[in-house]
């Protein structure tokens, strides 16, 4: 099944500029003109940033805009990226995140892990970094065990923290009952 287009502005990375909201582009109007560039004269270059928020007391200014577009739905709650497979119906604020959601439907996971072997595929570039830092580079294990006959390290000083607790018999974190919620605070072991 492919992603359909949403109803709303459309824009993308590298497509023209519209908006949300009947927000205006810098120079130009809600109808999605192009902005004028800053300056005047020859060779004077756009602005970095010449895209800008209209709403009341937002100062935000953006170099694209698509940016402006889903900066934009913060100010509207509009979410027009409408997932399309059959009873979802998860909405986003901008067609890429609609695109990367898809692949939880159709189990695509088109980043593989290229370490020799290793056959690893996931769903996101980030996380496929995040599984090439874990598991194939070396990282140094900066906080060690200080208990006798231990020897442990670990690669974040909180997992040491918790790992410490095991030896004198706490819990790592305490839990507190308040107007009917339960909240988990991680005591301060410093």
């Given amino acids: 099944m492919a992603v359909e287009g949403a109803a709303g502005s459309e824009s993308a990375p590298g497509g023209g500029s519209s908006s949300v909201g009947g927000a205006a582009v810098a120079g130009g109007s809600s109808d ?4 004028a560039p800053a300056g005047s004269g020859v060779g004077s270059a756009p602005a970095a940033r010449s895209f800008i928020c209209s709403f009341p007391g937002c100062s935000a200014t ?7 577009d889903a900066h934009l739905c913060s100010h509207t709650g509009a979410r027009p990226y409408v997932c399309q497979y059959e009873g979802c119906g998860k909405s986003f604020t901008r067609d890429f995140h609609r695109t990367r959601h898809f692949l939880t439907h159709s189990g695509e996971r088109p980043f593989e892990c290229t370490a020799e072997g290793c056959n690893q595929k996931f769903g996101t570039k980030s996380n496929l970094k995040k599984h090439v830092q874990r598991k194939h580079e070396n990282q140094q294990k900066l906080y060690s065990c200080n208990f006798e006959g231990c020897g442990k390290s670990f690669k974040k000083h909180q997992q ?4 410490l607790c095991q030896h004198t018999n706490e819990p790592p974190f305490k839990l507190c009952v308040q107007e009917r919620k339960l909240l988990i605070y991680w005591k301060n072991l410093d």
């Fill in 32 to 35: 999605g003109s192009a902005p």
């Fill in 62 to 68: 953006f170099n694209k805009g698509w940016r402006l």
């Fill in 160 to 163: 040491l923290k918790v790992h």
